[in-house]
């Protein structure tokens, strides 16, 4: 059996129709674990994985030795949520110190420090870009009202809210700036 293995696998399926990535682990022993696994191709247990693995066609499923920088290639071609999903599961368990690169200043910051930066109010409906960033530039890049991600590029308030909580709590105090400068 592989020794400290992460798979990516298309899993899911429901209704047969859609799958999603599910993930399973074999540890510095050898033994199986599922980290995730949903719908008619998730695997449960080793048995069900050999199987699906001996079906399988190349491109359903990945394999990542983290004993030999497995972990950035992962990194390199997962999802970043799903990383981020994937690294606390093998730091809660002890497998691995699975870290990555805050997303704004580079800085390797364990799985279980980031922040999700997802809550940034970009107007409803739409494709957000999940981003992680270590606690330190989480706090140094938020609204200090309602807590939500700016990031760095963003020209906070003198009270440094956001700019839905700048309209809601600091624009009726200014009620003697009338005339506006374009
Ligand atoms: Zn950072
Ligand atoms: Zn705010
Ligand atoms: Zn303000």
């Known amino acids: 059996?592989?020794?400290?293995?992460?798979?990516q696998y298309k899993g899911g399926g429901y209704d047969g129709c859609f799958w999603e990535w599910n993930f399973c682990?074999?540890?510095?022993?050898?033994?199986?674990?599922?980290?995730?696994?949903?719908?008619?191709?998730g695997c449960r247990n080793e048995e069900a994985w050999l199987a699906y693995k001996a079906r399988a066609d190349k491109n359903e499923y990945s394999a990542y030795d983290l004993s030999n920088d497995g972990?950035?290639?992962?990194?390199?071609?997962?999802?970043e949520s799903l990383v981020v999903g994937?690294?606390?599961?093998?730091?809660d368990h002890g497998f691995f110190p699975a870290s990555i690169a805050c997303?704004?200043?580079?800085?390797?910051?364990?799985?279980n420090e980031?922040?999700?930066?997802?809550?940034r109010g970009n107007g409803g409906i739409g494709i957000i870009t999940e981003d992680y960033v270590c606690g330190e530039c989480y706090s140094k890049y938020a609204c200090v009202y309602?807590?939500?991600y700016q990031g760095k590029d963003y020209?906070?308030?003198?009270?440094?809210?956001?700019?839905?909580?700048?309209?809601e709590h600091c624009e009726g105090k200014e009620e003697t700036i009338e005339e506006e400068k374009d």
């Open 114 to 119: 980031l922040e999700s930066t997802s809550y």
């Open 71 to 79: 972990w950035g290639q992962f990194v390199k071609e997962a999802h």
């Open 146 to 148: 309602c807590g939500g």
């Open 25 to 41: 682990f074999y540890d510095k022993d050898g033994k199986w674990h599922d980290i995730a696994s949903s719908g008619i191709y």
């Open 1 to 7: 059996m592989p020794k400290n293995q992460l798979v």
């Open 86 to 91: 994937v690294g606390k599961y093998l730091l």
């Open 155 to 167: 020209d906070f308030c003198e009270e440094y809210f956001c700019e839905w909580c700048h309209e």
């Open 103 to 111: 997303s704004e200043c580079g800085q390797l910051t364990s799985c």
